[in-house]
């Protein structure tokens, strides 16, 4: 790939590494499952990031030390062995980048490496000389702690994702192949590809070819299957590709006009000073009356993409401390935007005990990440249980809305009895709806669709069209949570009465 002609926008992981460079560190790890990536990142830092050209060794357990990818092994025997590649560096002169594959096994395997690392360090050291290790797991010795600098390579960014698209668009004409090169197309595949590492990236777009070696608009569903599918890996961050509209949602109709108001402020979010951008928002109350389903709507009338981040596998541990994991969560966001990012049941953390320490620190770093965050990303939190929520996530100036979605008031029920009848092919018109509102006093939204669809199923069996009978024996048999769980629900409502905004007009 040729390097990035000068006047091109830099990717941030160049910038990154370029800075570290500057900074004279000789040992740099970095933690990442993207070798091949990183190869091309020091090829280009080799080329360019110096004040003339310097030459690049790599080193794996398999090929021994080579120069600039070639064959050139250095002279003087077998260099396979991790302490003769050391020796190599450490005996070297002039300017050179030494780039260390899954160096950690060697790392954990001598004491002479570890040592000879340490001699390495002292060789190098403002001599223009330097040691990058890369591997997919982060394992550094403790003697060497001090001496070598960590980082970890966060997914490619729009720019290195471009570089990378326009590579495969060159290789795919050479092959004799057709690809639709209007700009528009090129950056919505780009956009597509957002969020996905290199190589994920390149299934996606041999995914998208596969019939036919074309590359256009038309291979946009297969990047973003794709995508949905490597996203999802993560474990972490789920990318949801059927968000509902707006007028799927009954009621809240203030929360729906804000919203409406604020998607015109995000998408000038670039001519607009930084106060003036939506930050998110923050929507909390009973469990079952919609917020799901207006976050889901919000990303639809942005017109941007959702993905949720699921606090509760943040915390399991299976993915690194939850700290950890969180962070990384943020960062890959980051190189998502623009996304609506979903923080879904967001208080979940703190109601588990064993991680009550690291809580504090989790929501000091949201609420951090959150005034420092790109411009491209709307936050949406949810929170079922807010009393649980630290004051300072509440308070004005974090979020720039903070909405109680309360259980819907007549009126609201009826729009929603007509939304999921509608959905599933009845009219509600000639049904008299408005009779229920009495029997659906305290319902929330879920309870209703509940209605709706027993009341179908019956109306199905007994193999007739759906009355208001069918409805009105259905929902003789809910009992809503709002009479089981009557205190929690109670509780729930005067605390949130004037610390949030409500979500919908007056009844
Ligand atoms: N205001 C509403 N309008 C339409 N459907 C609703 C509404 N509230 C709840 N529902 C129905 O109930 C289901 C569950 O709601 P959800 O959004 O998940 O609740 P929450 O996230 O507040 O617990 C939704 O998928 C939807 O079908
Ligand atoms: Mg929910």
């Excluded at 049941?345 to 504090?360: D, H, K, N, R």
């Excluded at 019956?458 to 009992?479: G, S």
């Amino acid at each position: 790939m040729p390097t990035a002609p000068s006047h091109s926008p830099e990717s941030s992981a160049s910038r990154q590494l370029r800075a570290l460079f500057g900074s004279g560190r000789p040992l740099l790890y970095i933690v990442s499952a993207e070798e091949q990536r990183v190869c091309r990142l020091l090829g280009d830092a080799a080329r360019g990031f110096f004040e003339a050209p310097v030459p690049l060794w790599s080193w794996s357990l398999t090929e021994g030390l080579r120069r600039d990818g070639g064959d050139d092994a250095p002279p003087g025997g077998d260099t396979t062995d991790a302490r003769a590649a050391l020796d190599f560096i450490a005996a070297f002169e002039g300017p050179a980048l030494f780039h260390l594959k899954d160096f950690h096994e060697p790392l954990r395997g001598g004491a002479d490496v570890r040592r000879r690392l340490r001699d390495v360090y002292e060789l190098c050291l403002g001599h223009g000389r330097f040691v990058v290790i890369s591997s997919p797991v982060r394992l550094i010795p403790d003697e060497l702690q001090r001496d070598i600098l960590c980082i970890e390579l966060n997914v490619p960014d729009a720019v290195e994702m471009r570089a990378f698209l326009d590579a495969r668009c060159a290789a795919i004409t050479a092959s004799g192949g057709t690809v639709n090169t209007s700009e528009a197309t090129l950056a919505a595949m780009t956009r597509a590809l957002s969020g996905l590492t290199l190589d994920e990236a390149g299934f996606a777009i041999a995914r998208a070819r596969a019939d036919g070696n074309h590359l256009g608009p038309a291979s946009l569903p297969a990047l973003f299957e794709e995508k949905r599918l490597s996203v999802n890996r993560t474990g972490t961050i789920e990318y949801i590709a059927d968000g509902g509209q707006l007028d799927a949602v009954g009621g809240l109709e203030v929360m729906k006009k804000w919203l409406l108001e604020r998607r015109a402020l995000f998408q000038s979010r670039d001519t607009l000073g930084a106060d003036m951008v939506p930050k998110g928002v923050l929507v909390m109350g009973v469990s079952g009356c919609g917020k799901s389903l207006a976050i889901k709507a919000i990303a639809a009338c942005f017109q941007l993409p959702l993905y949720r981040i699921d606090m509760a596998e943040i915390f399991s541990g299976r993915h690194g401390s939850p700290e950890w994991a969180f962070a990384q969560a943020c960062r890959t966001m980051e190189a998502i935007a623009p996304a609506v990012v979903w923080f879904d049941e967001i208080e979940l953390g703190i109601t588990s005990a064993a991680s009550a320490g690291e809580q504090g620190r989790i929501f000091a770093f949201f609420l951090t990440w959150m005034q420092e965050k790109l411009r491209g990303l709307f936050v949406a939190a949810t929170a079922n249980r807010i009393d649980l929520l630290p004051a300072e996530m509440i308070r004005k100036g974090r979020f720039d809305e903070v909405f109680f979605v309360d259980l819907p008031h007549g009126d609201e029920r009826l729009e929603i009895f007509r939304i999921h009848l509608r959905r599933r092919g009845a009219d509600p018109s000639a049904l008299g709806l408005e009779r229920l509102v009495a029997m659906t006093e305290g319902w929330t939204g879920a309870e209703v669709e509940q209605c709706v669809v027993s009341a179908i199923t019956r109306a199905k069996l007994a193999d007739h069209a759906l009355t208001f009978d069918d409805l009105m024996r259905c929902a003789a048999r809910i009992v809503p949570l709002s009479k089981t769980m009557k205190e929690k629900v109670d509780h729930l409502r005067d605390w949130a009465r004037d610390r949030a905004a409500r979500a919908s007009l007056p009844a």
